[in-house]
């Protein structure tokens, strides 16, 4: 479980779609476009998860999978801390979206504050 935030299109005719997503990340450097994840639970176990047409942003921090729904055209992540909500948003600025958690309310500079 956990909560998850979502940049998405206030508009829902305009989603974002894959060509846009895909364009962003080639547009960052500190992102890379992956098909799986794995993650590792402890020295001898991990996991891995499929995600296509997502993202990994390797912050300085640790690396974050954004995963994209062609369906609904959104980028999400899940249970994401400030710096990842703050990362989100400057990616939602340069998408013309927003970032939107799962009751609908709006994440945005102010929120940062």
Known sequence: MGYELS???ENEE???TKEDWQNY???DHEFSAIEE??????NEHSICISTLGAGLWKSKEREVPFTFSE???WISVKNPENWIIQKMIS?????D???LGEEG?????????
Do not use: H, M, P, T
Request: charged content about 30%; cysteine-free; aromatic content about 12%.
């Open 7 to 9: 940049i998405q299109r």
């Open 14 to 16: 305009n989603k974002i």
């Open 25 to 27: 990340i080639k547009s």
């Open 37 to 42: 994840f794995v993650a590792k639970i402890d």
């Open 71 to 73: 369906r609904y055209g």
């Open 91 to 95: 990616i939602a600025n340069k998408l």
């Open 97 to 99: 979206a927003v970032v």
């Open 105 to 113: 309310e709006k994440y945005d500079e102010v929120y940062l504050l």
